[in-house]
T-cell receptor, first 113, second 113 residues
């Protein structure tokens, strides 16, 4: 059972570089999310997609873009990476938009130098 | 300003004793609360939840208590086991914000043998 799969697991970027974090789920979930985790800050929502074809901003969307490619895949793009985007990024999916619990991927540790 | 707060960054408990993790919230619109457990280098996994219409929910060694008037919830683990050592996040869902989850900063629990 793969659940939620994120790639890559680790990445180092130089300031100004761009990259896309990939996420795929095999549970036929409608909703998908991108969070970032920073020490003492918990998990903060970057963007979410309540269903295929829709995306909405979360708490900290600046500097990011997302694409809900199909029901399975939800990607997160950093167009011009900044050191403030050094973080651990988690993708998650759920059947609904909150009342059902979410399944998380293993995370991507991103360092921007 | 954080709407969900876990004021204890860490907690150390002896094996076999009770672990009590606390969480406070400020948004009275939250109607569903969840606890997630996170091991190093893994994504968070769902542990237990409670609806705002209840004041207690129990699942094996884990019990969550909700005090709506105090805007406070707690997770009790009895008896604590070394395998419970992890970071615990509480989260709350706001139905007026698309049921998005807001997470606390986490509490690192260490259960000593």
């Amino acid at each position: 059972n793969a659940g939620v799969t994120q790639t890559p697991k680790f990445q180092v970027l130089k300031t100004g570089q761009s990259m896309t974090l990939q996420c795929a789920q095999d549970m036929n979930h409608n909703s998908m999310y991108w969070y970032r985790q920073d020490p003492g800050m918990g998990l903060r929502l970057i963007y979410y997609s309540a269903s295929e074809g829709t995306t909405d901003k979360g708490e900290v969307p600046n500097g990011y873009n997302v694409s809900r490619l199909n029901k399975r895949e939800f990607s997160l793009r950093l167009e011009s990476a900044a050191p403030s985007q050094t973080s651990v990024y988690f993708c998650a999916s759920s059947e609904g938009t909150g009342l059902s619990f979410a399944f998380f991927g293993q995370g991507t540790r991103l360092t921007v130098v | 300003d954080q709407q969900v707060k876990q004021n204890s960054p860490s907690l150390s408990v002896q094996e076999g004793r009770i672990s009590i993790l606390n969480c406070d919230y400020t948004n009275s619109m939250f109607d569903y609360f969840l606890w997630y457990k996170k091991y190093p280098a893994e994504g968070p996994t769902f542990l237990i939840s409670i609806s705002s219409i209840k004041d207690k929910n129990e699942d094996g060694r884990f019990t969550v208590f909700l005090n709506k008037s105090a805007k406070h919830l707690s997770l009790h683990i009895v008896p604590s086991q070394p395998g419970d050592s992890a970071v615990y996040f509480c989260a709350a869902s706001d139905p007026y914000a698309g049921n998005m989850l807001t997470f606390g900063g986490g509490t690192r629990l260490m259960v000593k043998p």
